[in-house]
């Protein structure tokens, strides 16, 4: 395999810029970019010069080798720690190609670990994950799958599978009138307590687990002047949209992230829907019913001292009465009173937004699934074990049940990765004994 190389801190000056380099080749990279310093030494910093062709020195900085197998990629990796120099960071990028590196695509170190071994497919996809969480609810999440939480269980789970698969074979082997009927009992309880139960517990995380990756969309409607652009602010945090007391104001649509009970949330404020002579503020009408139908959740606004901005023509998920500052005239239990001014009911708001949004009741949060491609999976295993247990009985096709419940397991192994699932299946059943 090619030895790759690849700036590993973002673009931009910095403190400090990585290169990084992985393969073969590596040392022999740094034998000539170092002239020949002492070779280094695995798993130690040292301070390094690194040069030039014409000798000159680029920049010296501190040098970590990473020896194969024991490094990111699991091949041979080489960090070189410089200074945080845009120019000279390229320029010594340059000089390693110079040396026989190819550039590295993006993202290229990470499946080489998996090729290697040293991660499975899930955490691959944890590594972007934890890079790429915007919240850190969803950073700690992604790191649990890290850290091979996520692997384990199903790992457990293809255990389990495997234990039926060879109960339901060992059957194959005997005269059907010759099975005892417990054992089909014994099976079934089984694939239901350790398979079943565990897999539906475990996929109604994904509403949750996915939201945290991939955020959710609020919308804010309501007539002109009620106090959405106020309401956008206060949850923001900050002053983001002009408020003002002249009806109209709000044009365009205008977004803000926040996050909610550690879900990330993109918060839409929108012109006030009223028939207006104004072209423009048309067009604003028109992208606030737009916003309206894209979002996840639809949080109309009222203003409590005007009864003509009380009746909802849109499907909202929620209902807020607003300016409960000035006055509080009760109009109905659908609406959560607030003041988008002095922040009372603001709290409840964000409770109820994360309930909507799949929040799960306090206490240790356990490992979720929360990727769409993870969901897909798991919901494919719970229905290759299920199709196997209708048919598991004594006048059945038990064949059938163990190429059912072989389906399943391969549906697992896609999550991790695993391909050949004869040739583990074989080497898992090399270990059971028949009868006994
Ligand atoms: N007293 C009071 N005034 C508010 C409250 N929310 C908004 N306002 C005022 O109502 C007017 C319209 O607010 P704005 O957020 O621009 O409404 P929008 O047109 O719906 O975006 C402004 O003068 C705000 O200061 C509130 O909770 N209490
Ligand atoms: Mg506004």
Redesign the pocket.
């Known amino acids: 395999m090619s030895t790759i190389a690849a700036i590993a801190t973002p673009a931009g000056r910095g403190g400090v810029g990585i290169i990084r380099i992985s393969g073969t080749a590596a040392l022999e990279i740094i034998e000539k970019l170092t002239r020949s310093e002492n070779r280094p030494t695995p798993g130690e910093a040292r301070l390094s010069h690194w040069h030039d062709a014409d000798g000159s020195l680029i920049d010296a900085g501190i040098l970590i080798y990473f020896q194969a197998p024991n490094s990111y990629t699991g091949d041979d990796v080489i960090e070189l720690q410089a200074h945080g120099s845009p120019v000279l960071l390229r320029a010594l990028l340059n000089r390693v190609f110079e040396l026989g590196a190819i550039p590295a695509k993006p993202g290229e170190f990470t499946p080489r670990a998996v090729e290697n071994g040293r991660i499975d497919l899930a955490q691959a996809e944890a590594v972007i994950a934890c890079i790429d969480a915007t919240t850190l609810r969803a950073a700690k999440q992604a790191q649990r799958h890290l850290q091979g939480e996520f692997g384990s269980k199903i790992e457990a789970l293809m255990y389990q599978l495997t234990g039926a698969v060879a109960h339901v074979e060992a059957c194959l082997d005997f005269p059907e009138e010759e099975v005892p009927a417990f054992l089909f009992d014994t099976i079934r309880r089984d694939v239901a307590r350790e398979l079943i139960e565990p897999l539906k517990q475990w996929l109604s995380t994904a509403p949750l687990g996915e939201r945290l990756f991939d955020g959710a969309t609020v919308a804010?409607i309501?007539?002109?002047?009620?106090?959405?652009?106020?309401?956008?602010?206060?949850l923001a945090g900050r002053d983001r949209?002009?408020?003002?007391?002249?009806?109209?104001?709000?044009r365009d649509v205008l977004e803000v992230d926040f996050e909610v009970h550690g879900i990330p949330v993109r918060l839409a404020?929108t012109?006030?829907m009223r028939i207006s002579e104004d072209l423009i503020e048309q067009e604003g009408v028109r992208r606030a019913r737009v916003t309206a139908g894209d979002a996840d959740i639809v949080l109309f606004?009222a203003?409590a001292g005007r009864s003509d901005t009380w009746p909802c023509d849109y499907a909202a998920d929620i209902k807020l009465m607003?300016?409960?500052?000035?006055m509080h005239e009760h109009v109905g239990d659908d609406f959560l009173y607030?003041?988008?001014?002095?922040g009372s009911g603001l709290e409840q708001l964000r409770d109820c937004l994360g309930e909507l949004l799949g929040e799960v009741a306090a206490g240790e949060e356990g490992v979720m699934v929360t990727r769409a491609r993870h969901r897909l999976a798991l919901q494919s295993t719970l229905e290759h074990i299920e199709n196997g247990l209708k048919m598991l009985g004594p006048e059945e096709h038990l064949d059938l049940v163990a190429l059912e419940w072989r389906r399943a397991w391969t549906s697992l192994g896609e999550v991790l990765g695993i391909g050949d699932v004869e040739l583990i299946l074989d080497r898992v059943f090399s270990e059971f004994c028949i009868g006994k």
């Open positions: 804010i309501g007539a002109p002047n009620v106090g959405k652009s106020s309401l956008l602010n206060a949209a002009i408020v003002s007391d002249v009806p109209g104001t709000t404020d012109a006030g606004i203003d607003n300016k409960t500052d000035l607030i003041s988008a001014k002095d």
